[in-house]
């Protein structure tokens, strides 16, 4: 962590840049029209933000002319957690804002998407043709008899038509919820099932790492094993014909008709996410389209500084909140790029090479996609143009010091690095860009705008250059509006406010510096915690996976009955690469001289791969419970995995110390 006296900040935006932000017009314009201090750059504007937090919604509101069918009464009539009620008495269409540069007509015709799959070639829809094709599909949903709260599911990849079929759902004021085609037919199930949809969109198989994936069983799976079907649409990614009973995606979307947008209340549901599931069915999240609306102006508008002319590129799958977060760049009137196929075809350097063919300007990606470039010896900037890009982000997972200073050498030296932390739970970001503010290594830029985020300590006091609970104490609009299938809330509470009621707590590690910036330490439940010194896992990786036979790696701290700690260190190892007393005395002497001797693990470990959630987050609670003698039915729900075989050493490991304990 870096001092104030010396913070030595990686990047720094020079004064032209910084005037030409808009967060920085905007900032000016809320002083003149609402109170907003004139001066003192973005923290006086951030503290602004949650002390006067329903004057700052009101100028996001009105900065960024949100259209209100009906008025709002007030901006927050209730703010407690859970059960905040934001703009009562309004009503709105998220779907309207999204196509609003279709009006323009000196726009209509620039590409509102440009969709790439594996062969790199860019094909263009421009925002004329969206709409008309999101007009034609609102007007089919409504004849199937598809009504404001019904919900409609997609099965679909990172495509165009996706994007359609969710705008289309808003439209009709309908909830839409998606999965990727890669999860198997349990794992979308376990989903779906909970929702119950009226209407399934789905592709006949998609491409990926250059092969064709067949899904039509998965398909007619869904469909016998979700009854609420009223229709199912055929999207023919790999060119076979329509199944029995399902429509046609073409016929559907044919028609030259205006859209039509429901006005709904503020808080009604847009779409429900889902969280992980590692350890039962998935917690089915569900955010208003107000909420939504009004915290990715801001986010997108304001923190990632884009608008019309920027191209705006995440790697990401329709199973990812960050694709719902990549299509809200349409609100902004940015060109979206859908990337569908593999991060890594042809070669590790491909996401590059997409960012150059479509002339992305903010390129959002992994962490751990960043790190692979490294350890491959990706040269983005020699091998590529990179000109348009002003701005690389990371998600996922805290991107390591290392990552910081490859983006600076490899790509730019003049590189806006917006590492970003949130979750699906509010499909935002709590802390991350500021195009206005240094950036430092190893660090977010600073709390978000209309969040009060604090660091905890367990006695629910703020602490600074300490770690401590990731909580925010102030409401955010896209904070989920409930749980399906959770009547009581009980199970909305329990996940965030029963740490400390009434402040939301993420389960998050972090420690906020004396400038303000935070940093991420890993998650607060699988944290280990050494002779009363706690570290966050990320910290671990991120120092072993220096090392090039590290491919990856899994740390876990397991209190032990007899009152011991037993903290295993998990390596999978890079082709070629031996774990040898050589390599583990290394291990243990990085760990040692960079982080704490008290985190040196007890036992190194060699395993045939690292476990992940399917949304490629590395599973480490499920792991340790396997470790504590968990049976593996009830430690994890397997179709949250990506590869459940793997779990069964971890299991089997758990047998061979009970049995020599025993």
């Not at 967060?23 to 809320?30: D, K």
């Not at 839409?176 to 349990?186: K, L, M, Q």
């Not at 559907?252 to 429900?272: G, I, K, Q, Y």
Request: glycine share 10%.
């Amino acid at each position: 962590m870096t001092s104030a006296a010396n913070p030595a900040p990686l990047w720094q935006p020079d004064a032209d840049r910084i005037a030409a932000a808009r967060i920085t017009r905007f900032q000016a314009w809320a002083a003149e029209h609402h109170g907003a201090p004139a001066d003192g750059g973005y923290p006086a504007l951030h503290r602004w933000s949650v002390d006067r937090l329903e004057t700052f919604w009101q100028a996001v509101a009105d900065w960024f002319d949100v259209r209100f069918s009906t008025p709002y009464e007030r901006v927050l009539a209730d703010r407690g957690m859970p059960g905040a009620q934001w703009f009562p008495g309004a009503t709105l269409n998220y779907a309207e804002h999204a196509l609003r540069t279709a009006e323009d007509p000196t726009r209509a015709h620039e590409p509102a998407l440009i969709h790439v799959d594996e062969t790199h070639d860019p094909v263009p829809i421009s925002w004329a043709e969206l709409r008309r094709q999101v007009g034609s599909l609102a007007a089919e949903l409504r004849a199937l008899g598809v009504r404001p709260g019904d919900r409609v599911s997609g099965y679909l990849p990172n495509i165009p038509q996706a994007v359609t079929a969710l705008l289309a759902t808003a439209a009709v004021g309908a909830t839409w919820t998606s999965c990727a085609p890669d999860f198997g037919a349990r794992s979308v199930l376990d989903r779906f099932q909970q929702v119950e949809p009226v209407v399934l969109f789905t592709v006949d198989g998609y491409r990926y790492g250059g092969k064709e994936h067949d899904r039509a069983d998965v398909v007619a799976e869904l469909r016998r094993e979700l009854p609420t079907l009223r229709a199912v649409v055929h999207i023919p990614l790999l060119g076979t014909p329509a199944p029995e009973g399902a429509l046609e995606w073409s016929a559907l979307t044919a028609r030259d008709t205006e859209p039509v947008f429901e006005p709904v209340p503020f808080d009604h549901p847009l779409w429900v996410l889902y969280s992980s599931g590692t350890t039962g069915l998935p917690k089915a999240i569900v955010q208003s389209q107000g909420g939504i609306l009004l915290e990715h102006f801001k986010q997108i508008g304001l923190h990632c500084d884009l608008g019309p002319g920027d191209r705006f590129f995440w790697y990401t799958s329709t199973g990812w909140m960050m694709w719902n977060f990549l299509v809200s760049g349409l609100l902004t009137g940015t060109t979206v790029v859908l990337y569908d196929g593999s991060p890594g075809h042809p070669d590790t350097g491909a996401q590059w090479a997409i960012a150059e063919r479509t002339g992305t300007t903010l390129f959002g990606t992994s962490a751990a996609y960043v790190m692979a470039c490294r350890k491959a010896g990706v040269h983005p900037s020699r091998d590529h143009d990179l000109s348009r890009v002003k701005c690389v982000a990371t998600t996922g997972s805290p991107l390591p010091p290392d990552g910081f200073r490859w983006l600076h050498d490899e790509v730019r030296e003049d590189l806006w690095i917006a590492s970003v932390s949130g979750g699906t739970d509010v499909c935002s970001c709590f802390a991350g860009a500021v195009p206005t503010l240094p950036v430092h290594i190893g660090e977010l830029q600073a709390a978000c705008l209309g969040t009060d985020l604090q660091s905890w300590d367990p006695h629910g006091k703020p602490v600074i250059g300490e770690v401590g609970e990731l909580v925010v104490t102030n409401p955010m609009p896209s904070m989920p509006i409930r749980f399906w299938n959770d009547p009581d809330g009980s199970r909305y509470r329990d996940s965030y406010f029963e740490m400390f009621p009434g402040v939301w707590r993420h389960g998050d590690w972090i420690t906020i510096t004396d400038h303000g910036s935070v940093v991420i330490h890993g998650r607060s439940d699988s944290t280990l915690n050494r002779q009363g010194v706690r570290m966050g896992s990320a910290d671990i990786y991120e120092a072993v996976e220096r090392l090039p036979e590290i491919k990856e790696s899994l740390v876990i701290g397991l209190e032990e009955p007899d009152g011991g700690y037993w903290m295993p260190l998990f390596v999978h190892l890079a082709p070629g690469a031996a774990l040898d007393d050589d390599l583990r005395s290394r291990i243990k002497r990085t760990i040692r001289e960079q982080l704490s001797p008290r985190h040196v693990p007890d036992d190194i470990i060699e395993v045939p791969g690292v476990p992940h959630t399917l949304t490629g987050k590395r599973i480490e609670v499920p792991v340790k419970r396997l470790l504590q003698g968990t049976a593996l039915t009830k430690a994890v729900n397997p179709g949250s995995v990506d590869n459940l075989e793997l779990l069964s050493f971890y299991e089997e490991l758990a047998r061979k110390r009970g049995a020599e304990r025993g």
